[in-house]
């Protein structure tokens, strides 16, 4: 019974061994391969001529077959220990027998070629592509793959048929091809800070290029080889809608400034008129009244107070409108008009502090500046339950910087301003509009029960 197993045993190709009790009780060695002849390692533990960090895994496999817990033929790789302490690669098949009449495992090991391990490599990989690809499809996802290395010595060696219609080329004519000359961008994985998703483009077979997002990832297909996977999604669709809304946006901007500046000149007009004519009738009417107060009955004083209070507020009213003071004088001594008009007619004090060279700007971004300032000061009087606001002007050779600040109660800001119209407040948003009309930079920051400020940076060249 011994000899026939022996003999079916040697029959296979191979290193044939049997052991029990965790030791080789028979074996056949390659002489020439291993260094090792068959007295040698009689007797020694099975895992002798295993490399040290297969060890822990090999004793699983067969002590799991020993224990019944593996009743077929179990299969693997692993590194066989030469006895000049190479390693070499090879693949085993062992399974529970019984030897001698006690239980025992027995087993062929085979030397792994490099043809072997080549094919092993290819299909394997191209196994986890498949996986991988079959994923991606799923998702409407171009899928590549470009071996380890350098931005110069990245080249594919997967693509799938959606990175076929994304380029028009061929995947055995992708195959090979650097990622430089697929992409726009430069595509860098291994660098710290690199975006795991942004947008790039693929070049096409005859010219023109083909709008993505990237998504970067490493993956390791195999022990010995690890490559770069980039999954890619078509945002054609995705940047046409952006253009059309950018247009969109930039139609509405131009439509929001020509309301503004007609909404100026209508008030300039106003302001004009009601100067010109309505105060000037008021004048009149008040100076004759004055003149006759002496011949007329008790009480008729008090129509001539009437007519005085009337006629601050249609000034104040008209200054709002448009003051004479920004056309005549610029934009600070107007700014200290508006704090001291503030006090006198709301009661909350404003400071106002104006610093570096005072000097005119263009008509349109002193107005600009001006409004910021008047409806920042409005906010602050209506809604922020302050006892005291600063307005800081600074004449800055590069930049001229605006700044309103509250102790106030606060509020939030949402991310953008836009999202207030729907809720009726249109505050906010015109001063982000007449900002962006003069090139300025516009930052409002705000913390409940901290209060807020307003910062508006205007840049010289843009505003000279």
């Not at 090879?90 to 087993?107: E, H, L, N, S």
């Not at 952006?242 to 969109?248: H, M, Q, R, S, Y």
């Not at 107070?305 to 448009?322: C, H, K």
Request: glycine residues 6%; aromatic residues 6%; contains cysteine.
């Amino acid at each position: 019974m011994k000899a026939e197993f022996l003999r079916s045993l040697e029959e296979m190709r191979g290193v044939h061994f049997v052991f029990q009790d965790e030791k080789l009780v028979y074996s056949r060695f390659d002489t020439a391969s291993s260094g090792y002849a068959t007295r040698d390692v009689i007797g020694l533990p099975f895992t002798y001529a295993i490399a040290p960090e297969c060890r822990e895994e090999v004793l699983k496999i067969n002590r799991d077959l020993l224990k019944g817990r593996d009743k077929s033929i179990a299969y693997y790789n692993t590194l066989a220990l030469a006895k000049d302490g190479s390693r070499v690669p090879v693949r085993c098949a062992v399974w529970a027998t019984m030897y001698q009449d006690k239980p025992a495992v027995a087993g062929v090991m085979a030397r792994i070629t490099d043809e072997d391990q080549a094919a092993s490599l290819a299909r394997e990989t191209t196994s986890d592509y498949r996986l991988l690809s079959k994923s991606a499809s799923k998702a409407g996802e171009g899928i590549i793959a470009f071996e380890k290395g350098n931005q110069e010595q990245l080249s594919c060696i997967y693509a799938n048929e959606e990175i076929e219609r994304l380029s028009g080329h061929f995947a055995d004519d992708i195959l090979g091809m650097k990622i430089k000359d697929l992409f726009s961008n430069e595509i860098i994985c291994e660098q710290p800070g690199t975006p795991l998703r942004y947008e790039s483009e693929v070049f096409k077979k005859g010219g023109g290029t083909t709008p993505v997002e990237i998504c970067l990832g490493m993956a390791t297909l195999h022990p010995k080889r690890q490559v770069t996977i980039v999954y890619v999604r078509d945002i054609t669709e995705r940047k046409r809608w952006e253009a059309a809304n950018l247009k969109l946006q930039q139609s509405l901007r131009f439509y929001a400034r020509q309301v503004i500046k007609a909404q100026e000149k209508e008030r300039k007009r106003l302001s004009r008129d009601l100067h010109d004519s309505t105060i000037q009738s008021l004048i009149s009417i008040y100076n004759r009244l004055q003149d006759i107060n002496g011949r007329c009955p008790e009480g008729f004083g008090d129509l001539c107070e009437v007519i005085e209070n009337a006629l601050i507020d249609l000034r104040t009213f008209t200054w709002n409108l448009r003051p004479p003071l920004l056309d005549d004088m610029g934009l600070a001594p107007t700014l200290r008009w508006l704090t001291a008009n503030t006090l006198r007619s709301s009661g909350l004090k404003v400071e106002v502090c104006i610093t570096g060279r005072e000097r005119r700007l263009p008509d349109n971004v002193e107005l600009s500046v001006f409004r910021i300032a008047q409806e920042a000061i409005n906010n602050v009087h209506r809604h922020a339950k302050a006892s005291v606001a600063k307005v800081s002007l600074d004449f800055g050779e590069e930049w001229i910087t605006l700044s309103i600040r509250d102790n106030g109660c606060g509020f939030k800001v949402p991310a953008r301003l836009t999202s207030l119209a729907n809720k009726g407040k249109l505050g906010l948003i015109g001063m982000n509009e007449r900002s962006m009309d003069i090139g300025a930079d516009i930052h409002i920051r705000s913390q409940k029960g901290k209060g807020s400020i307003v910062l508006v940076a205007i840049p010289m060249s843009g505003s000279a």
